[in-house]
């Protein structure tokens, strides 16, 4: 079956753009996540959605970055007025139950943006 | 808080070599500790987990064994494969909430 897929692959914006990332998570899956990797770093947990209930958003660095779930399934991250610091790899992951990060994720391929 | 650090890369080995990468954490609670694999090209993927003291995951000829006494999850294989060359990330989560805490990684080059 298809796995979590993300879009855009690839991001490049100026300086003070909004970008909006997208996750379409794997098909009934409960549990999503948002991850933030620095090149040469392990992925940084940003947020996690259970349903469209956004359970933990103590990752997300300032109030520039917003995410949701509305319907339970697709997922935005929405990174307004950008600055070169938001420079990353930009991960999302999903799980089939709700039983926390013991579970197993499954990972997308990842938006790299690169903010000019 | 959490932390997990694991031994620095990149490692390069000739095939059928055996493989340790050393990996140590620091959490309160009884964490649950994974193994995950970026393959070149690809996303992440888990490779093996424990989820309590003295369990063992293996998965594709790799080990780890959590060990609470020395706080550490070392990932072994004892004869490694071209198609190994990856990079690997110890990770663990807290069981009380909604976190996974990686390391940076470590960098692995087989060669044939």
């Known amino acids: 079956g298809a796995g979590v897929s993300q879009s855009p692959r690839y991001k490049v914006t100026k300086r003070g753009q909004d970008v909006a990332l997208r996750c379409d998570p794997i098909s009934g899956h409960v549990s999503l996540y948002w991850y933030r990797q620095a090149l040469g770093q392990g992925p940084e947990f940003l947020t996690y959605f259970n349903y469209e209930a956004q359970q933990d958003k103590s990752g997300l660095p300032n109030d520039r970055f917003s995410a949701e779930r509305p319907e339970g399934s697709i997922s935005t991250l929405t990174i307004q007025r950008t600055e070169q610091r938001d420079s990353a790899m930009y991960r999302c992951?999903?799980?089939?139950?709700?039983?926390?990060?013991?579970?197993?994720?499954?990972f997308g391929p990842g938006t790299r943006l690169l903010v000019l | 808080g959490n932390s997990v650090t694991q031994m620095e890369g990149p490692v390069t080995l000739s095939e059928e070599a055996f493989l340790t990468i050393n990996c140590t954490y620091t959490?309160?609670?009884?964490?649950?500790l994974f193994w995950y694999v970026q393959y070149p090209g690809e996303g992440l993927q888990l490779l093996l987990k424990a989820t309590k003291a003295d369990d063992k995951g293996s998965n594709k000829g790799f080990e780890a064994t959590y060990r609470k006494e020395t706080t550490s999850f070392h990932l072994e294989k004892g004869s490694v494969q071209v198609s190994d060359s990856a990079v690997y990330f110890c990770?663990?989560?807290?069981?009380?909430?909604?976190?996974?805490?990686f390391g940076a990684g470590t960098r692995l080059f087989v060669k044939a």
């Open positions: 992951a999903s799980s089939l139950g709700a039983s926390g990060p013991q579970e197993t994720q499954y």
């Open positions: 959490a309160t609670g009884y964490p649950s």
């Open positions: 990770a663990l989560s807290d069981n009380g909430g909604f976190k996974t805490i």
